[in-house]
């Protein structure tokens, strides 16, 4: 499988398996194309850099330390050790990438408050699940499937369960706080896909989509059928044929939104006064 991570849909021709593919898509670049296609473009085909964000870097960590805490023996699953694992995983983490450092900086944050707050959403998780009684049939498991369409979904689950008698839950952790209602379905959207790649390449309908918020300490559920997951392959073919569409037009329209305000390319959006740069390959001569 070498189809690169941002591919825009058109610039995948890859074959996956011996399978042709004609685009590839994972539940975050449709959720950014669903919340504006212009961010879409700006991350998948500009490619344009974004400032480090010290809430996305304390997901990356306590993803980590809860992938990981599934390594120990059942009985070491104990809050202390999980919070004794943090600054270790942070350490790590800046040996695999000194610059994190810099963007913390950058961004005015203190690290040692930072490290209490990610030692404080590890612990949220012991509220929510005794990691003790649960030995986890995949974690931050690599999936995907082609469909019909010759279109690639991929992306990477969090945690996989399978009961003894064969019953998928698929686990998603979070960060953040739960949505309210109007990011609700997105959220769902992402565990939807997830879902329909697994029935898809498995032949399993997910008995379980299980969202952990470690923000606020709550859990979402969702309970799948096929008619949810044929639903939602519809609904990926549709954003994959808009964006195809946008892509042979060259016409990425701003969706102004309340997202707006965590977007890293305002100063570049004509919806606040910007200019985006020349599309790549199509720059004036
Ligand atoms: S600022 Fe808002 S409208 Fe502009 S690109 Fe970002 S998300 Fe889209």
Known sequence: MTVTPNSPAEAVSTPVDGVEVLGALSP???GDFLTCPLLYRFRVIDQLPEPTSVDAVRGTLVHKV????FDLPATHRTPEQAAAMVEPTWQQMLEAEPGLAEGFEAAGA????WLVACRRSVQTYFELE???RLEPAERESYVETVLDSKLLLRGFIDRVDISPEGLVRIV???SGRSPGEMFEARALFQMKFYALVLWRSRGVVPSLLQLIYLGNGEVLRYVPDEADLVACERKVEAIWRAIRACEESGDWQPRRGPLCAWCAHQALCPAWGG???PLPGRELT
């Open 110 to 113: 203190e690290i040692a408050e």
């Open 130 to 132: 005794d990691p003790r």
């Open 66 to 69: 809860l992938e990981d805490l």
């Open 28 to 30: 975050s670049r449709a």
């Open 275 to 277: 200019t985006p740069p």
């Open 172 to 174: 998603d952790y979070k």
